[in-house]
């Protein structure tokens, strides 16, 4: 009994440290983006700076206080997601359509931090284009009491099309997912008519 939990008690140092490992990489590859981000930002469109150094406050402080915990309530991921938008929206002037519909979801549910901003980030990645004012993005996530559905929808133009690969974001997201919910989520990824679909379900009652 004594090397048995030993031995779980090793499983989950290991479990930790490459989910600790993983959540690190984010940090600095999102950082960099949203500083050029900002550098653009504060020197084209002085009189949105306030604004723009406020949402990425809250960022900064979610990604340090709160993304190193093993769960965080899920509205807390949601604002996150959320000021990430706002940034955005203010980078390409509003200009596209950008819906994000959370009507259907329990906000006091624990999640796994920074599992939706991969997949919010690879749909502007693919989606978007200064070319294409028609680009349109689509994020809608609803909950049960065990369980959390992602479903995010984007526009897709030809001189993207020829770009397949997922991405650091997605990799890395892959690999939590895996870590953090093993054999209790499902991921499908696939190409529209119109578009690209990612669908997402796990379940949140997993330790």
């Known amino acids: 009994f004594e090397l048995e939990s030993k031995k779980k008690e090793l499983e989950n140092q290991k479990l930790n440290a490459e989910l600790n490992y993983l959540k690190a990489q984010i940090n600095p590859h999102f950082l960099f983006n949203t500083l050029h981000n900002l550098n653009y930002l504060t020197q084209a469109k002085k009189e949105e700076a306030t604004e723009v150094v406020i949402k990425l406050s809250n960022i900064m402080r979610y990604m340090i206080y709160d993304s190193n915990k093993s769960k965080v309530m899920l509205g ?30 329990h906000q006091e549910l624990d999640v796994a ?83 690209f679909k990612v669908w997402l379900k796990y379940c949140l009652l997993i330790k």
């Open 76 to 105: 807390k991921e949601i604002e996150y997601v959320r000021d990430y938008l706002d940034l955005e929206r203010i980078r390409l002037n509003n200009q596209f359509d950008i819906k994000f519909d959370t009507s259907k979801v």
């Open 113 to 195: 931090p920074l599992i939706l901003i991969p997949f919010v980030e690879n749909a502007f990645k693919h989606g978007i284009s200064d070319r294409h004012p028609e680009s349109w993005i689509n994020i809608v996530l609803s909950s049960s009491q065990n369980g959390l559905e992602l479903e995010v929808t984007n526009s897709v133009f030809e001189e993207k099309i020829a770009d397949n690969e997922s991405g650091f974001g997605l990799d890395n997201v892959k690999k939590r997912l895996q870590l953090s919910y093993p054999k209790k989520h499902e991921l499908k990824i696939e190409e529209l008519e119109d578009g």
